[in-house]
């Protein structure tokens, strides 16, 4: 038997490294690798896709409980790949699991156990959504900052590890419950199938817990140090995730317009409410369109109601 490698390479065949351990497959998938490549390298494939060869490296050799190396890493890629691999999860996994759940048990209402594991379930998902949107809300952008060159006085990598919890362990209570206290009836082959699926999505969830604690927060604070060190960082304020608002980025009369066209006024409407030209609102219009890359009246509307710039009474209904 062929004697397992301490490292996996990037002149290493990729069938290869996938036929010595199949967990490389969710790391190509979270890269954006396609299959069909062939007996392509490892470095071929990888570039062939604009993936950062030694960052596919750290985080397969990661996976797979090999020696990771010290090279350094693409931030850009890692991301890519953490954010792939939160949509995942919560678009593809943990609802897959979910209509499983329904199938095996009775969620009729007549059993209060299969009720509570369901809801036991669904509250956890909303954890899992939770945790991750604080990532890419305030983490990830927080990191593409450093990546621009500047520091945050305010927030450090070392604050996201201080409360960095793996979320994968409630799903294991919810798996030991089943297996303890749910009575199997005729047909059980479903709940089986839904336990192998919990099992697989725990451990892949302590996997990726573990790639951003060993893997991406190192990274991440090197370049601080880095940018520490050569004196080079720029400093801006505020804990990231806490910019200024669109709403502030808008003038007055920006914000009055949008006001407008959510109540449903024409350009002419809005002109002679304001007392402006038709020409000048249309002017404001296309401003508006520019910062907030919103490009429709519903959109605007919306962005109305959500940033208080109308009530919802105020909004003309079709």
């Not at 990888?46 to 990661?62: E, H, M, P, Q």
């Not at 990771?68 to 996994?93: K, P, Q």
């Not at 990598?157 to 199997?184: C, G, M, W």
């Not at 479903?190 to 192998?196: G, I, T």
Request: proline share 2%; aromatic share 8%; hydrophobic share 35%.
């Amino acid at each position: 038997m062929q004697k397992k490698p301490t490292q996996y390479v990037g002149t290493d065949k990729m069938r290869e490294v996938i036929n010595d351990n199949g967990a490389i497959l969710f790391v190509m998938s979270r890269f954006g690798i396609p299959l069909g490549f062939g007996d392509k390298s490892v470095e071929e494939v990888c570039s062939a896709r604009g993936v950062d060869t030694a960052t596919f490296l750290a985080v397969a050799n990661y996976v797979c409980h090999n020696a990771v190396g010290g090279a350094e890493i693409s931030l850009e890629s890692l991301i890519n790949y953490l954010r792939r691999a939160h949509t995942w999860f919560l678009d593809f996994n943990l609802p897959a699991i979910r209509r499983k759940i329904i199938e095996a048990i009775d969620c009729s209402g007549k059993d209060e156990v299969a009720l509570l594991i369901l809801k036991f379930y669904d509250e956890y998902v909303s954890e899992v959504r939770a945790h991750m949107q604080h990532e890419e809300q305030t983490v990830f952008p927080y990191v593409d900052s450093l990546t621009k060159g500047f520091l945050n006085r305010n927030y450090s990598i070392d604050q996201f590890t201080a409360k960095h919890n793996h979320i994968e362990a409630k799903l294991s209570d919810l798996k030991n419950v089943i297996i303890r206290y749910y009575p199997q009836s005729d047909g059980g082959e479903l709940l089986y199938s839904v336990l192998f699926d919990i099992i697989n999505c725990e451990r892949d969830l302590d996997s990726h817990c573990s790639v951003e604690d060993e893997v991406f927060a190192p990274a991440v604070r090197r370049l601080e140090e880095s940018l520490r060190r050569s004196g080079e960082g720029l400093y801006e304020e505020g804990a990231p995730g806490e910019s200024e608002s669109s709403t502030e980025q808008l003038s007055q009369r920006e914000a009055e317009i949008i006001g407008c066209i959510a109540k449903g006024m024409t350009s002419k409407e809005i002109a002679d409410k304001l007392c402006l030209s038709v020409h000048t609102v249309t002017t404001h219009r296309r401003n508006i369109t520019s910062k907030l890359q919103i490009h429709t009246s519903a959109g605007l509307t919306i962005y109305a109601i959500t940033n208080h710039l109308v009530s919802l009474d105020e909004i003309k209904l079709a």
